[in-house]
């Protein structure tokens, strides 16, 4: 199937993602919600994300979970990816954007919304060529950016 613009290399390593076209439209299948999605630029990164987290940073896939509700200001969102310890306590909250969306500070507001409700202490923004990733010290109200995307070793034994 030939690649289109937004089916770009990332700064992931490569994974074979499974892909079919239906009525004209690409679609991915997603392991996590285990089912064919609309393939865009934003889930093209997600994606790679999700076998990024499985395959090189140990996160099993049963505690994982892509678009969950996220209340904030009484109004229901959809945040990207979130990551559970062995607990059930939500440890990552990721912000996927497209490859073409520059990670600006919209794109940490909106992670650090949805951050209200989850309180989660680790944060990834990506948009699959630039990652930024952070640690959230809610006691002493500090954060600080890391030099990788964190290992599930590190989320699940950080509480």
């Known amino acids: 199937m030939p ?3 937004f089916m770009r290399e990332l700064n992931f390593p490569a994974y074979p993602l499974k892909i079919k076209l239906v009525a004209g439209k690409k679609q991915v299948f997603d392991p996590i919600r285990k089912k064919f999605l ?3 630029p934003e889930e093209w990164v997600r994606q790679h994300l999700i076998q990024f987290l499985i395959h090189h940073n140990g996160y099993p896939a049963s505690l994982l ?3 969950s509700m996220v209340k904030y200001n009484s109004m229901n969102r959809r945040s990207d990816l979130v990551a559970y310890n062995r607990k059930g306590k939500p440890v990552l909250l990721a912000e996927c954007k497209a490859p073409s969306v520059k990670i600006n500070q919209e794109a940490f507001d909106q992670v650090a919304r949805y951050n ?3 309180g989660v202490k680790y944060l990834i923004v990506t948009n699959g060529l630039v990652h930024y990733a952070c640690y959230i010290d809610h006691t002493h109200k500090k954060v600080e950016f890391l030099d ?5 070793e590190d989320i699940d034994s950080s509480d």
Request: hydrophobic share 40%; glycine share 0%; no cysteine.
């Open 3 to 5: 690649k289109s613009e």
């Open 38 to 40: 609309i393939l865009t």
């Open 65 to 67: 979970a892509i678009e």
């Open 116 to 118: 209200v409700t989850l």
């Open 148 to 152: 990788s995307l964190p290992s599930y």
